[in-house]
């Protein structure tokens, strides 16, 4: 999968290979997002409870993204 067939597709970002390990986290991780916004937009909740629950998204997306570079950096790389 490129970035660019994310969706909604990124405007202005260069093309780049998602390896396959990562496709599962990053549409996961895409869903939470949009999830999390139309959460927020429905709650009107203030900019401190914004900020608190995104840090706690990329806080949580941070730990299994580590997790999973390091199992590809182990890897033998792709041809």
Do not use: N
Not at 2 to 20: G, K, N, Q, V
Not at 24 to 35: N, P, T, Y
């Amino acid at each position: 999968m490129r970035i660019t067939e994310l969706h909604p597709t990124p405007t202005d970002a260069e093309p780049l290979d998602i390896p396959a390990e990562l496709l599962d986290s990053v549409r996961r991780h895409q869903s939470h997002l949009a999830s999390l916004v139309a959460s927020l937009r429905a709650a009107g909740l203030s900019e401190d409870m914004v900020d608190a629950s995104v840090r706690t998204l990329v806080d949580s997306y941070a730990e299994e993204l580590t997790v999973a570079v390091r199992g590809l950096m182990k890897a033998p790389p792709h041809a």
